[in-house]
Protein backbone atom coordinates (compact mmCIF):
# COMPACT_ATOMS: atom_id res chain seq x y z
CA UNK A 1 0.00 0.00 0.00
CA UNK A 2 1.47 3.28 -1.37
CA UNK A 3 0.44 6.05 1.51
CA UNK A 4 2.64 8.64 0.13
CA UNK A 5 2.85 10.56 -2.99
CA UNK A 6 3.23 13.53 -5.02
CA UNK A 7 0.85 15.63 -7.53
CA UNK A 8 2.72 17.56 -10.49
CA UNK A 9 0.68 17.79 -13.57
CA UNK A 10 -2.40 19.54 -11.79
CA UNK A 11 -2.82 21.38 -8.88
CA UNK A 12 0.75 20.45 -7.44
CA UNK A 13 0.85 19.44 -4.02
CA UNK A 14 1.96 16.34 -1.71
CA UNK A 15 -1.15 13.46 -1.11
CA UNK A 16 -0.92 11.25 1.86
CA UNK A 17 -3.37 8.60 2.35
CA UNK A 18 -3.62 7.68 6.81
CA UNK A 19 -5.18 5.15 8.96
CA UNK A 20 -8.28 6.06 10.37
CA UNK A 21 -11.19 4.94 12.82
CA UNK A 22 -14.02 3.04 10.87
CA UNK A 23 -16.07 5.40 8.60
CA UNK A 24 -19.28 7.04 10.54
CA UNK A 25 -21.64 5.77 7.77
CA UNK A 26 -19.49 3.02 6.65
CA UNK A 27 -22.57 1.52 4.53
CA UNK A 28 -21.57 2.93 0.74
CA UNK A 29 -22.79 -0.14 -1.51
CA UNK A 30 -20.05 0.36 -3.85
CA UNK A 31 -17.16 0.78 -1.07
CA UNK A 32 -14.67 -1.41 0.11
CA UNK A 33 -11.78 1.60 0.91
CA UNK A 34 -13.16 1.05 4.36
CA UNK A 35 -10.90 -1.81 5.16
CA UNK A 36 -8.29 0.39 5.64
CA UNK A 37 -10.01 1.54 9.29
CA UNK A 38 -8.59 0.25 11.96
CA UNK A 39 -10.16 0.13 15.63
CA UNK A 40 -6.34 -0.11 16.87
CA UNK A 41 -6.05 3.75 17.80
CA UNK A 42 -2.03 3.18 18.92
CA UNK A 43 -1.33 1.53 15.27
CA UNK A 44 -3.16 4.13 13.64
CA UNK A 45 -0.79 6.88 15.31
CA UNK A 46 2.48 5.11 14.68
CA UNK A 47 1.22 4.13 11.13
CA UNK A 48 0.58 7.88 10.21
CA UNK A 49 3.72 9.42 12.10
CA UNK A 50 5.29 7.78 9.70
CA UNK A 51 3.75 9.09 6.55
CA UNK A 52 3.58 12.26 7.44
CA UNK A 53 7.18 12.21 8.43
CA UNK A 54 7.94 12.18 4.83
CA UNK A 55 6.42 15.50 3.54
CA UNK A 56 8.57 18.05 3.11
CA UNK A 57 6.12 20.73 1.85
CA UNK A 58 7.69 21.56 -1.68
CA UNK A 59 4.22 22.83 -3.16
CA UNK A 60 3.18 24.67 0.10
CA UNK A 61 -0.09 22.44 -0.53
CA UNK A 62 -1.31 18.97 1.33
CA UNK A 63 -4.10 16.46 0.30
CA UNK A 64 -5.01 14.10 3.46
CA UNK A 65 -7.42 11.50 2.96
CA UNK A 66 -8.46 8.13 4.66
CA UNK A 67 -11.05 5.87 4.66
CA UNK A 68 -13.63 7.49 6.15
CA UNK A 69 -13.52 11.82 6.53
CA UNK A 70 -11.30 13.34 8.44
CA UNK A 71 -13.18 13.52 11.58
CA UNK A 72 -12.76 9.66 11.87
CA UNK A 73 -8.68 10.43 12.02
CA UNK A 74 -7.22 10.25 15.52
CA UNK A 75 -6.42 13.66 17.45
CA UNK A 76 -2.88 12.88 17.54
CA UNK A 77 -2.52 12.56 14.06
CA UNK A 78 -4.50 16.05 13.18
CA UNK A 79 -1.69 17.52 15.74
CA UNK A 80 0.93 15.58 13.97
CA UNK A 81 -0.49 17.52 10.75
CA UNK A 82 -0.47 20.47 11.99
CA UNK A 83 2.89 20.59 13.44
CA UNK A 84 4.37 19.18 10.11
CA UNK A 85 2.44 22.25 8.44
CA UNK A 86 4.16 24.87 10.33
CA UNK A 87 7.59 23.30 10.20
CA UNK A 88 7.49 22.54 6.30
CA UNK A 89 5.61 26.09 5.52
CA UNK A 90 2.30 24.33 4.23
CA UNK A 91 -0.37 27.15 3.34
CA UNK A 92 -3.11 25.18 2.34
CA UNK A 93 -4.71 21.55 3.53
CA UNK A 94 -7.45 19.52 1.61
CA UNK A 95 -9.20 17.03 3.83
CA UNK A 96 -12.38 14.63 2.98
CA UNK A 97 -15.95 14.80 4.75
CA UNK A 98 -18.87 13.14 4.33
CA UNK A 99 -22.00 15.48 3.63
CA UNK A 100 -23.78 14.96 6.63
CA UNK A 101 -20.33 16.66 8.90
CA UNK A 102 -21.08 19.85 6.94
CA UNK A 103 -22.16 21.64 10.15
CA UNK A 104 -18.95 20.52 12.08
CA UNK A 105 -16.39 21.89 9.38
CA UNK A 106 -15.55 24.84 11.17
CA UNK A 107 -14.26 22.78 13.75
CA UNK A 108 -11.16 21.79 11.58
CA UNK A 109 -10.74 25.16 10.18
CA UNK A 110 -10.30 26.23 14.12
CA UNK A 111 -7.66 23.54 14.60
CA UNK A 112 -5.88 24.42 11.90
CA UNK A 113 -6.25 28.43 12.20
CA UNK A 114 -3.86 30.38 9.95
CA UNK A 115 -4.03 27.63 7.15
CA UNK A 116 -6.67 27.69 4.26
CA UNK A 117 -8.87 24.33 4.07
CA UNK A 118 -10.86 23.24 1.11
CA UNK A 119 -12.86 20.26 1.76
CA UNK A 120 -13.80 17.24 -0.63
CA UNK A 121 -16.65 15.60 -0.41
CA UNK A 122 -18.21 13.12 -2.31
CA UNK A 123 -21.48 13.18 -3.69
CA UNK A 124 -21.14 10.42 -6.09
CA UNK A 125 -23.75 11.51 -8.24
CA UNK A 126 -26.86 14.28 -8.08
CA UNK A 127 -29.43 11.92 -8.96
CA UNK A 128 -30.99 11.53 -5.54
CA UNK A 129 -32.32 7.90 -6.49
CA UNK A 130 -28.90 6.64 -7.76
CA UNK A 131 -27.31 8.18 -4.65
CA UNK A 132 -29.03 6.75 -2.22
CA UNK A 133 -31.56 3.77 -3.42
CA UNK A 134 -28.72 1.70 -5.14
CA UNK A 135 -25.44 3.46 -4.41
CA UNK A 136 -26.65 3.81 -0.40
CA UNK A 137 -24.95 7.35 0.21
CA UNK A 138 -27.50 8.41 2.80
CA UNK A 139 -26.91 12.21 0.98
CA UNK A 140 -30.22 14.15 1.49
CA UNK A 141 -30.59 17.59 0.25
CA UNK A 142 -32.85 19.38 -2.36
CA UNK A 143 -30.29 21.43 -4.76
CA UNK A 144 -26.69 21.48 -5.74
CA UNK A 145 -26.76 24.54 -4.43
CA UNK A 146 -26.80 23.60 -0.66
CA UNK A 147 -23.88 21.45 -1.48
CA UNK A 148 -21.77 24.34 -2.87
CA UNK A 149 -23.03 26.37 0.67
CA UNK A 150 -19.94 23.83 2.17
CA UNK A 151 -17.63 22.35 -0.27
CA UNK A 152 -16.05 23.89 -2.43
CA UNK A 153 -14.57 20.57 -4.68
CA UNK A 154 -16.88 17.55 -5.11
CA UNK A 155 -16.05 14.15 -6.08
CA UNK A 156 -18.45 12.40 -8.47
CA UNK A 157 -18.66 8.75 -9.75
CA UNK A 158 -18.42 7.30 -13.47
CA UNK A 159 -19.17 4.01 -15.28
CA UNK A 160 -21.52 2.35 -13.03
CA UNK A 161 -24.48 -0.09 -14.29
CA UNK A 162 -27.78 1.43 -12.80
CA UNK A 163 -26.39 4.86 -14.11
CA UNK A 164 -27.61 6.26 -17.56
CA UNK A 165 -25.98 8.88 -19.91
CA UNK A 166 -28.29 11.46 -18.60
CA UNK A 167 -27.34 11.13 -15.09
CA UNK A 168 -23.76 11.81 -16.38
CA UNK A 169 -24.47 14.57 -17.90
CA UNK A 170 -26.60 16.14 -15.32
CA UNK A 171 -23.71 15.77 -13.37
CA UNK A 172 -21.02 17.10 -15.22
CA UNK A 173 -23.12 20.34 -16.01
CA UNK A 174 -23.51 20.94 -11.87
CA UNK A 175 -19.74 20.29 -11.65
CA UNK A 176 -18.84 23.01 -13.73
CA UNK A 177 -21.90 25.20 -12.65
CA UNK A 178 -21.69 25.04 -9.18
CA UNK A 179 -18.47 24.27 -7.92
CA UNK A 180 -14.94 25.62 -7.77
CA UNK A 181 -13.24 22.30 -7.92
CA UNK A 182 -14.43 18.88 -9.38
CA UNK A 183 -12.71 15.48 -9.10
CA UNK A 184 -13.93 12.90 -11.05
CA UNK A 185 -13.87 9.01 -10.55
CA UNK A 186 -14.53 6.52 -13.56
CA UNK A 187 -15.40 3.13 -11.53
CA UNK A 188 -12.67 0.36 -11.40
CA UNK A 189 -14.55 -2.70 -9.58
CA UNK A 190 -13.08 -4.09 -6.57
CA UNK A 191 -15.28 -6.49 -4.15
CA UNK A 192 -18.23 -5.14 -3.89
CA UNK A 193 -21.33 -6.73 -6.19
CA UNK A 194 -21.06 -3.22 -7.95
CA UNK A 195 -20.36 -3.64 -11.33
CA UNK A 196 -18.36 -1.35 -14.00
CA UNK A 197 -20.52 -0.22 -17.29
CA UNK A 198 -17.88 -0.17 -19.95
CA UNK A 199 -20.49 1.64 -22.42
CA UNK A 200 -20.75 4.53 -19.90
CA UNK A 201 -17.19 4.15 -19.29
CA UNK A 202 -16.92 5.05 -23.38
CA UNK A 203 -19.67 7.17 -22.97
CA UNK A 204 -17.85 9.41 -21.05
CA UNK A 205 -14.38 8.86 -22.67
CA UNK A 206 -15.99 10.35 -26.08
CA UNK A 207 -18.01 13.24 -24.31
CA UNK A 208 -16.06 14.58 -21.74
CA UNK A 209 -12.45 13.65 -21.58
CA UNK A 210 -11.64 17.32 -22.38
CA UNK A 211 -12.39 18.31 -19.00
CA UNK A 212 -9.21 16.83 -18.23
CA UNK A 213 -7.71 20.39 -20.11
CA UNK A 214 -9.60 22.21 -17.23
CA UNK A 215 -7.28 23.08 -14.39
CA UNK A 216 -10.13 22.81 -12.03
CA UNK A 217 -11.22 19.41 -12.56
CA UNK A 218 -9.15 16.31 -11.98
CA UNK A 219 -10.59 12.64 -13.36
CA UNK A 220 -9.14 9.25 -12.09
CA UNK A 221 -9.23 6.85 -14.61
CA UNK A 222 -7.84 4.27 -12.25
CA UNK A 223 -8.46 4.62 -8.43
CA UNK A 224 -4.62 5.00 -8.43
CA UNK A 225 -3.90 7.57 -10.39
CA UNK A 226 -2.90 10.05 -7.51
CA UNK A 227 0.07 7.71 -6.91
CA UNK A 228 -1.86 6.15 -2.95
CA UNK A 229 -3.96 3.30 -2.55
CA UNK A 230 -3.67 -0.28 -3.95
Partial sequence: MNRYSVIVDKNPREIILLRSHPCKWGRCF??????????????????????????????????????ASVFELPKQSLID???KCIEKGIT?????????????????????????????????????????????????????????????NICLLVGIEGQNEKMIDRDMEIA??????????????????????????????????HLENMPNIEILWNNTDFGVGN
Avoid at 36 to 48: A, G, K, R
Avoid at 109 to 130: A, L, V
Fill in 81 to 83: IRE
Fill in 30 to 67: FCDYINDNSVNEEEMISTNKEIIKKIDGRFNSLEVINS
Fill in 92 to 152: TLYFEAYYNYRYKLGEIRDFFQGINIEFKCGIESFDHEFRNSYLNKNIIFETPQEVAQFFD
Fill in 176 to 209: QKYFKKACINIFVENTTPVKRDEKLVKYFKDNYS
